[in-house]
Nanobody, 119 residues
């Protein structure tokens, strides 16, 4: 399973850090990422990071958000700076996980954490 944390209310221009931890009988973790879903909108990809630390970002967050991971702790984080009201959304972590006894990766989702950017 994936457990996300770190959401909350922040003023425009502020910062938040989201974290997500994987648990269970894990052999390896592939790509990890963060998605978000704003009210009335479809879920969108925010950022991804491979096991080798290669990253991608949606254009709207480049230069403001930073994704990172700790392979030993099986965690992924999203540091969000210079937050804007349009960043308001429920943020979800996702990870491709290979569990003991399996030869394939399965995508798992965290439960979502609400980020509200408002004055």
């Amino acid at each position: 399973q994936l457990q996300a944390s770190g959401g909350g209310l922040v003023q425009p221009g502020g910062s938040l850090r989201l974290s997500c931890a994987a648990s269970g009988s894990i052999v390896s973790i592939g790509v990890m990422g963060w998605y978000r879903q704003a009210p009335g909108k479809q879920r969108e990809l925010v950022a991804t990071i491979t096991s080798g630390a290669s990253t991608t970002y949606v254009d709207s967050v480049k230069g403001r958000f930073t994704i990172s991971r700790d392979n030993t702790k099986r965690t992924v984080a999203l540091q969000m700076n210079s937050l804007k009201p349009e960043d308001t959304a429920v943020y979800y972590c996702k990870a491709g996980i290979r569990r003991s006894g399996n030869t394939y990766y399965t995508d798992y989702w965290g439960q979502g954490t609400l980020v509200t950017v408002s004055s």
